[in-house]
């Protein structure tokens, strides 16, 4: 595994809301250029960029028309290359977005295999032999071009799902992964991944990345596919690092990602954490961490250390984490997230608690989505700082509330969630154990219970974890006593010993180094 991974801690850059730099209203590159130094200072050592290619931005740019060229409205290749050099000078690594498993209607590719004579594209895209038959269990296209035969997608109806071929072969017009074709489509992506890397990008988030090989229930031929990929990269590109969309981290390191989410979606009960009706981490202390612990034990135990198991504060498909927690709860959130083995992902704006606008109209395929991609609050000047365009041109329209959070306000505030960020990202940065590596022993994750206790150990080093989000002073038995050991953060009171048991104060979080 590439070694800068140890140490990275992610922010996750949606372009097109970040900083625009020309006065159209949608964020670009030269934007986050300008804004590196902020991302550095916060403590954040790599970036995540949603995806910036050429595109009809029918699904905000995961619906790619051109993998090679950056969209004008972010800039252009040489801008890349800038942000690439920029970020290394800084000590920051840069992932790109690679969606392989689905292209535009728009893509060259996709013109090419419509045509009803085979050419070199007639089979980079799942297609059935007649207009008359989808695909099972997919929506398809058809009755688009003289081709006959109707052409999967795999989300919207504009995005034509690559062939990778088929695990289980049952209809003539299925290929297998090692037919001409799925190969052929392999090769092209690599040769995409070849391009950025050596213009200088780190590596690559992939979309949907478990989903390539059709009717592969178990995941073997898709991560078959993924064992060839690591082995192309390791041999020319052996520092390239891959995160993968999955949610199956068994399979998905197995494959050769050194990376893995837990995600709203499957079954990792990521949801029980920040976004579902009582949230673990909100001080009403209804929420229930033990199924999300026993599952993150079964994956842990599954991985086999083969990579990193990341838990993000959210994305860009995701509601943000201030539609159902306060700026307090958040602070006892993060803490969560900045002890947890793995490469922490933060979601930018989530720093400030951005706020998630809803009943917003659909922008790019956002739906609602859409409320969590608004431009960044930076200060209060014209368009909190993101934009001098005019309000009505702006990307997505902004949280116009007065007492909307800005990062100006937040840096003036000792107090802020931000610093308190700052704080924890600065104090997992400085002890082995509380890196993306480190072990971890959970001590206590009852049912419908708070507190939340866990030990994270490596290089020698041991710290306890206490956390407590409710409303409501809890106390637990972990065993061992306190006295004289060193306390490393505290947010919320005091930890102290009570009878033999630790009394944790509503709120609060401790990190205490046995």
Known sequence: MSKWLDDAIFYEIYPQSFQDSNGDGIGDLQGIISRLDYIKELGCNALWLNPCFVSPFGDAGYDVADYCTIAPRYGTNEDAKQLFEEAHKRGMHILLDLVPGHTSVEHPWFLESMKPERNAYTDRYVWTDSIWEAPEDMASIRGISDRDGSCAVNFFSSQPALNYGYYRITKPWQMSPEDEGPRATLEAMKDVMRFWLTMGCDGFRVDMAGSLVKQDEDGKGTIALWQKVRAFLDEEFPEAA???????????????????????????????????????????????????????????????????????????????????????????????LFSMPGAPFLYYGDEIGMRHLENLTSVEGGYNRTGAR?????????????????????????????????????MADETSLYHEIRRLIAIRQSHPALKNKGEIEFLYAKENSYPFAYLRKGEGETILVVLNPSGRQEHFSCGFGLEGKERIYALGGTLHEENGSLVVPPCSAFFVKL
């Open 374 to 410: 608004t431009p960044m609050q930076w200060d209060d000047g014209v368009n909190a700082g993101f934009s001098t365009a005019a309000k009505e041109k702006l990307y997505i329209c902004q949280d116009g509330r007065a007492d909307r959070p800005t990062v100006s306000a937040q």
């Open 242 to 336: 891959m995160v993968s969309e999955w949610g199956e981290p068994d399979k998905s390191l197995q494959g050769g990602f050194h990376m893995d989410f837990l995600l709203h979606f499957g079954p990792s009960h990521y949801n029980d954490l920040f976004r579902c009706e009582h949230p673990y981490f909100c001080k009403e202390g209804k929420g229930d961490i033990s199924q999300f612990v026993a599952k993150y034990i079964e994956n842990y135990e599954k991985s086999e250390r083969k990579g990193l198991i990341c838990i993000p504060s959210g994305n860009h498909d995701m509601d943000r984490l201030a539609l159902r927690l306060d700026p307090e709860d958040m602070k006892v959130a993060f803490a969560f």
